[in-house]
């Protein structure tokens, strides 16, 4: 019973260090000090004692743990994307480290602790400054790279009366309508709206602040649909639609 306590309680530790990592370390290089070292040891070290390969491994022993930790999570991403058709990216080394925890106990009965304490301390120590040193130069670079800023998203509607329409407008043929659009959000430079009356285009109508408005004229026709388009240059960025009937009108 001491030697398997004495094998469990390297692996355990690491394990139970990454499990709060996981559920209370926000995500990035807390998370990843907390938890990398359970991922690139555990799996590893549990399938040395199961090939039976501890003792001849001898100073390659950790190098070989991380390098079988490594496959195991390749192997265990394939597995779990043909199987759930996704990879738990964050969970999946976790996962693996608990699954394949109880192969520690598999080993030869004269082996030593396959990582002294000290060597850990040392270990955790380096690991630590080089996620920090590597996160500083990552914070450094996204902070100098220029950045653009997300243009406004340009709102474009009908407005006036013609924005509580909810059906068809009666119209008599040859009518003159004038039809108020707004248009907010960005910049309105070079924008104009277009209208068209059942595929046929109109001339543009530059956008003024906060809108524009567009003359038509009610076409024959007992339906016709009435398209005002926002457009830059030959480019159409937003429509509105409305639908004219002069039915009632003979």
Same mark, same amino acid.
């Given at each position: 019973?001491?030697?398997?306590?004495?094998?469990?309680?390297?692996?355990?530790?690491?394990?139970?260090?990454?499990?709060?990592?996981?559920?209370?370390?926000?995500?990035?290089?807390?998370?990843?000090?907390?938890?990398?070292?359970?991922?690139?040891?555990?799996?590893?070290?549990?399938?040395?004692?199961?090939?039976?390969?501890?003792?001849?491994?001898?100073?390659?022993?950790?190098?070989?743990?991380?390098?079988?930790?490594?496959?195991?999570?390749?192997?265990?991403?394939?597995?779990?994307?043909?199987?759930?058709?996704?990879?738990?990216?964050?969970?999946?080394?976790?996962?693996?480290?608990?699954?394949?925890?109880?192969? %520690?106990? @598999?080993?030869?009965?004269?082996?030593?602790?396959?990582? !002294?304490?000290?060597?850990?301390?040392?270990?955790?120590?380096?690991?630590?400054?080089?996620?920090?040193?590597?996160?500083?130069?990552?914070? !450094?670079?996204?902070?100098?790279?220029?950045?653009?800023?997300?243009?406004?998203?340009?709102?474009?509607?009908?407005?006036?009366?013609?924005?509580?329409?909810?059906?068809?407008?009666?119209?008599?043929?040859?009518?003159?309508?004038?039809?108020?659009?707004?248009?907010?959000?960005?910049?309105?430079?070079?924008?104009?709206?277009?209208? $068209? @009356?059942?595929?046929?285009?109109? !001339?543009?109508?530059?956008?003024?602040?906060?809108?524009?408005?567009?003359?038509?004229?009610?076409?024959?026709?007992?339906?016709?649909?009435?398209?005002?388009?926002?457009? $830059?240059? $030959?480019?159409?960025?937003?429509?509105?639609?409305?639908?004219?009937? !002069?039915?009632? %009108?003979?």
């Amino acid at each position: 019973m001491k030697v398997i306590a004495r094998r469990l309680a390297l692996p355990v530790g690491l394990v139970v260090v990454a499990a709060l990592g996981f559920a209370y370390a926000p995500p990035g290089i807390v998370r990843a000090v907390l938890v990398l070292p359970a991922a690139l040891w555990v799996p590893g070290r549990g399938l040395l004692g199961l090939f039976g390969v501890l003792a001849s491994a001898g100073r390659w022993r950790t190098p070989l743990s991380v390098l079988l930790s490594l496959l195991t999570l390749v192997v265990g991403a394939l597995v779990a994307n043909a199987v759930g058709g996704s990879v738990p990216v964050a969970a999946l080394p976790l996962v693996l480290a608990v699954v394949l925890l109880p192969l %520690h106990v @598999i080993g030869e009965p004269a082996d030593g602790p396959a990582v !002294s304490v000290p060597a850990l301390v040392r270990f955790g120590a380096l690991f630590g400054v080089a996620a920090l040193a590597t996160g500083a130069v990552l914070w !450094s670079v996204v902070t100098a790279l220029p950045t653009q800023p997300a243009r406004p998203y340009l709102q474009f509607a009908l407005a006036g009366s013609y924005a509580k329409v909810t059906g068809t407008v009666p119209v008599a043929v040859g009518q003159v309508l004038r039809v108020p659009v707004s248009v907010s959000g960005g910049d309105t430079g070079g924008l104009a709206v277009q209208s $068209k @009356i059942n595929g046929a285009a109109g !001339s543009p109508v530059p956008v003024g602040a906060g809108g524009a408005e567009v003359r038509v004229s009610a076409p024959a026709g007992c339906l016709s649909q009435l398209s005002l388009v926002l457009v $830059k240059g $030959k480019t159409e960025l937003r429509s509105v639609d409305l639908y004219l009937s !002069s039915c009632a %009108h003979g």
